[in-house]
Every structure is written in structure tokens, then in C-alpha cells.
């Protein structure tokens, strides 16, 4: 059974100075990082949360990231701004993860920031709209500095006086790219190579029981293509939007894949058993024989929810993928040898791997509607899955699905799926995106609306006006409400929400704000008012008030 005891005591032991940790949560999507001073809400907390009030910020088209009563934030990092003197933060900033460097310090520790994708029109000074054949006309230097734009940011960041900071040069700070060498956990070449190059797509991610950071490549289609299957199983390729393939010959199937970064020395590795596909996060799950359980969502429409368990004590190259069949609450085994649906199709485990989409659907895995964040609820245990929206299926504002394993056991092949929060106006929110725990159990979660459908007349997101970060208190006589207590500026999406270790901060970025502009000299967006007026993405650290009263801390019996 899922011990709730044991779960809360097992969080907090995670700092780069700590060699082995106990079994314990530890959500590599975007969650609160584990507090060892996660406390049993005593009677006087216990009034104090039922008696707090929670301001709903109404709906706003403003440009600015506006918040609730209780709250105020500041910037810490955005793109461009120097990390090191070789290196500055790259763009399009989604995942945040904070380790502390001591565990008994939770004010200094390293920060990793996942940058998504590119924009030329800011990044490379290249606009796509002004040719027919835009990939005609690009250079091998405007490549290159879309290349190094994005993948991800390691940074030491220091609280002082109220304020987080960039410690400027410290030896941790790095950049980790489309260039950057990466090597694969499998023993097998995936298209030749054991070592690859770079990593893009960077959208969820998170934290091993180790303490090393994971990073999900998602819509890796978009710089080098697809390698695509007929009928008869004659591959093709289908070009990318971005044209990188035409400078730079990288197989597509080097990308789609879960990364693990150490942050000690910025070394990397991709986890081949964990399959390829658009990955928006990780989650992992520590059993108490210290294998590990791993969740990850394919965010596309009609694709499917997965689960890794290893055979293998701290291993993600060890074991058996699955995945799911909510319909009928089973996990279906998406192992070569024993599939002999698999065998007929796929020449063995690594082909089932790299072509996993596909092994899915021929082992009647259940198509969902987008799954992208998974986060695992630190009171009851359930499994939570954001189903962001299908256009397709009319399904426009997404829903919230709960996974509850057989008996609480993480490495069980059955279970129940529910939905537990569905989108729409009467609701209050739509197109749930990632997802976060605070130190009280509170579920907090940001949208995910496109930018070219936010604020239209005539579309079904005009009563939401901007994207948002939403909150569902777990007390007091707003519980289960959705709550707005954020607004992001114009075209912008809120992500990557993580809370520092003793609860008082919020790391959040602020992506693509100014996302639909066609030109420099009038931007849709001028967010965070630089002076040349230019939008920028950017982490923020939210605190307040209202932050520290929402997690009051637990104690729990020693």
C-alpha cells in the first residue's frame, strides 16, 4: 500500500552534498522540491489555512504578469543575460528545477532552466514570413545561433535580502545546447551513433532520486523532421519547420528521448528505455528496493500515457516500458520478446523503442487528449495527468485525469483512471499544462492556450483572455476551487512552477511573450520592459505572503 507516513518522511534529503538518499517522491515534472522540513499540520496551521482568503485575479488581456493579493515577484534571469563570460541564458525558457547546495540551506542551490524552442525574428534576425521558401534563404550562422538558443541553462542562484540572483561565473554555471555531445544509455547505435549530437525541445523535466536534473525533448519534429513508415514498412522523411536538416545532417531519431544532465559537470546522457516521442516530462517514483518508477506523457493529440519500471536499483536503462489503456486500467508491456505483435512488426527492442508511438497503438493503447505534465498527488498518492485540449475531438479545455495504481503500488500493471478536474468556463480554467505540489498539498497549474487562439471574438478561450497559473487549495472553504492567481503578459505562457525548498518561493518562467509579432519595431508584447523595448522570456521568483501561508509546513513522527 502507498505509505503516507513514509512518503512525507522521505522528502527534503536532496542536495548536491548528499551521496544515497533514502526511498522517497521525487517529480520530474514541475513540483516542489523535496523539503527534509516537510512538518504534520498541527491544529493552529491546520485554522490558519482554513481561514485564509484567497483573492481570484480576474481574467485579464493586460500586458504584464499581474498576481493576486498576497503575492509580488521579481526577475531573476532572461534570455540573453550573461551566465558565465562565455556563455548567456538561452531563449524560451520552460522548466525550472532548483537543488539546493546544502540541504540545510534552501537559499543557494543551482537552478536548471529548460529553453524550448527558437523564434528567428528575435533570435537570428531572420523572418519567415518575407519569403516563400524561407529555408532558402537562411545562413549557416543564423542555424548556429538558433542552435545554441536553446536546450538548457544551469545557474547558481543565491537569495539575498529578499531577492534571487545569478551568482555571475560560478563554476556550475552552463549552457547545454543543440550542439552540445550527449551520449545514449543503451548498448545499442541508434542510427550509428552512441553519441549524439545536442538536444532541443526542452519542455518538462525534473529531478532523479540521485540528483541529477532530467530534461524532455517534446516537439523534436521541428528542427530535424520525422523519419515516417508506409504501409509496408518503407521509412521516408518528413521535413522539419526550422530546416536544420539542410546545414546540419542529424538523423531525427537522435531526438524524442528523456536527458539526464549532472549538474556537478554538465555531462549528459539519453535514456533510450524510456522510448521516443514528444517526452513533456518525467516523473519518477522511488520503490523501497530503490528501483525506480518512471511516468511520461507524449503531448500530442491522440497519443499515449507511459510508465518505465526498472529491474534495476537507481536504473533508467534497466527494465520494462509499458503503456497505459485507461479504458480497461491496464498496462500493456511494450517488451520486443514477449510481444509477438511487436515481433512481427519491428526488428527488435530498439526499433520498438525509437518507433514507440507506433508499438503503442498496435497494443491498443488508449489515444488521449495531449497528456503533458504528470505529477504524483503527495497525500493520497494518485498519479495526476494534465490532458491539455484536442482540437480534433472538440475537446477545447482539457481536464485533469487521475490514475490510482492497484493497492497504492507504483509498480502495479493495473489500475483506475478517472478525471478529476475538467475544463471549461463553468470550471474556471482551461488547457491545463504543467502541474506542482506545494508543501501543503495544494495543487497549483498553469494553461497552455496558443497564442494564436488566446483573445479571439469568435474562439472558445475568449473568457480566459491570457494564459494563466491557477491554484486548488487543499483547506478551508475554497478546497477544490480553481482559483487564478496569475496572469501572464501578452502571447506569454506561465511554466516550469517549482518551489524552493522551505515553500517561500515560486520559480517561474515566463515563455514566448510577444510570441505573434512579425515585426521588431511593433512587438504584441514589451514584457519585462527592457529599454529597447524588446519581449524577452524570463524566470521569475514569486513570494509573498500569501505563499508562506499556503504552505504551512507538516510534522510528522520521528
Keep these: 500500500m502507498y505509505d503516507r507516513r513514509k512518503f512525507i518522511s522521505f522528502l527534503g534529503k ?9 526511498p522517497f517522491l521525487t517529480s520530474c515534472g514541475n513540483t516542489t522540491t523535496p523539503s527534509e522540513k516537510f512538518k504534520q499540520i498541527d491544529e493552529k496551521n491546520l485554522k490558519r489555512l482554513k481561514d485564509l482568503v484567497i483573492e481570484n485575479l480576474t481574467a485579464s488581456d493586460q500586458d504584464d504578469l499581474l498576481l493576486a493579493n498576497g503575492l509580488n515577484y521579481h526577475t531573476i534571469i532572461k534570455w540573453g543575460n550573461k551566465i558565465s563570460d562565455s556563455d ?8 525550472t528545477c532548483f537543488i539546493p547546495l546544502d540541504e540545510n540551506n534552501p537559499n543557494d542551490g543551482l537552478l536548471w532552466v529548460n529553453h524550448e524552442y527558437t523564434n528567428p525574428l528575435f533570435v537570428s534576425d531572420f523572418n519567415h514570413g518575407q519569403y516563400d521558401n524561407p529555408k532558402e534563404h537562411r545562413t549557416i550562422d543564423q542555424v548556429d545561433k ?3 538558443s536553446v536546450g538548457g541553462s544551469i545557474v547558481r542562484v543565491k537569495q539575498e535580502n529578499g531577492k534571487w540572483k545569478v551568482v555571475q561565473n560560478d563554476s556550475h554555471n552552463r549552457r547545454l545546447t543543440a550542439q552540445t555531445p550527449i551520449s545514449l544509455n543503451w548498448d545499442y547505435d541508434v542510427e550509428g551513433k552512441n553519441t549524439v549530437i545536442g538536444t532541443h525541445s526542452n519542455c518538462s523535466g525534473g529531478i532523479t532520486p540521485w540528483n541529477t536534473f532530467l530534461t524532455c525533448e517534446e516537439n523534436y519534429d521541428s528542427f ?3 523519419t515516417v513508415y508506409d504501409e509496408n514498412n518503407n521509412p521516408s522523411h518528413t521535413p522539419s519547420m526550422y530546416g536544420w536538416e539542410v546545414f546540419y545532417n542529424y538523423p531525427p531519431e537522435h531526438y524524442g528521448w528523456v536527458v539526464e544532465i549532472d549538474p556537478k559537470n554538465g555531462s549528459a546522457q539519453k535514456h533510450i528505455a524510456l522510448g521516443r516521442c514528444a517526452h513533456e516530462c518525467c516523473t519518477l517514483y522511488e520503490l523501497e528496493d530503490k528501483r525506480v518508477v518512471a511516468y511520461t506523457g507524449d503531448d500530442k493529440n491522440d497519443q499515449h500515457l507511459y510508465k518505465f519500471i526498472s529491474s534495476t536499483p537507481g536504473s533508467l536503462k534497466e527494465g520494462t516500458l509499458y503503456v497505459a489503456d485507461t479504458d480497461n486500467g491496464k498496462w500493456l508491456s511494450l517488451d520486443w520478446e514477449s510481444q509477438p505483435i511487436l515481433r512481427e512488426k519491428f526488428k527488435d527492442q530498439t526499433e520498438v523503442l525509437i518507433r514507440v508511438r507506433e508499438a503503442a497503438k498496435l497494443l491498443g493503447a488508449t489515444e488521449l487528449n495531449r497528456p503533458e505534465d504528470i505529477e504524483i498527488d503527495p497525500i493520497t498518492g494518485h498519479i495526476l495527468v494534465a490532458l491539455t485540449n484536442n482540437y480534433g475531438k472538440n475537446d477545447f479545455h482539457g481536464s485533469i485525469l487521475k490514475v490510482e495504481e492497484k493497492d497504492g503500488k507504483f509498480d502495479a500493471l493495473t489500475f483506475k483512471a478517472s478525471t478529476y478536474l475538467a475544463g471549461g468556463e463553468e470550471n474556471g480554467f482551461t488547457c491545463p499544462d504543467n502541474l506542482a505540489f506545494d508543501l501543503s498539498g495544494n495543487l497549483w497549474f498553469t494553461s497552455d492556450m496558443s497564442g494564436s487562439k488566446m483573445n479571439k471574438e469568435d474562439g472558445p478561450y475568449m473568457p480566459f483572455k491570457n494564459n494563466s497559473l491557477f491554484v486548488v487549495p487543499r483547506y478551508g472553504k475554497d478546497e477544490g476551487k480553481v482559483i487564478r492567481v496569475a496572469s501572464a503578459p ?7 512552477p517549482w518551489f524552493s525548498p522551505d515553500g517561500k518561493t515560486l520559480f517561474l518562467s515566463v515563455q514566448h511573450p510577444g510570441e505573434q509579432t512579425t515585426d521588431l519595431k511593433s512587438p504584441t508584447s514589451t514584457w519585462p520592459f527592457d529599454e529597447d523595448g524588446i519581449p524577452k522570456p524570463a524566470v521569475v521568483a514569486i513570494t509573498g505572503d500569501l505563499i508562506e501561508k499556503m504552505n504551512q509546513l507538516r510534522q510528522i513522527e520521528s
Design 14 to 22: 536532496a542536495s548536491l552534498g548528499v551521496a544515497t538518499l533514502p
Design 88 to 95: 548567456s541564458f538561452g531563449f524560451n525558457n520552460d522548466f
Design 146 to 148: 538558433e542552435m545554441y
Design 224 to 226: 530535424f523532421g520525422e
Design 490 to 496: 501578452r502571447d506569454a505562457e506561465l511554466t516550469g
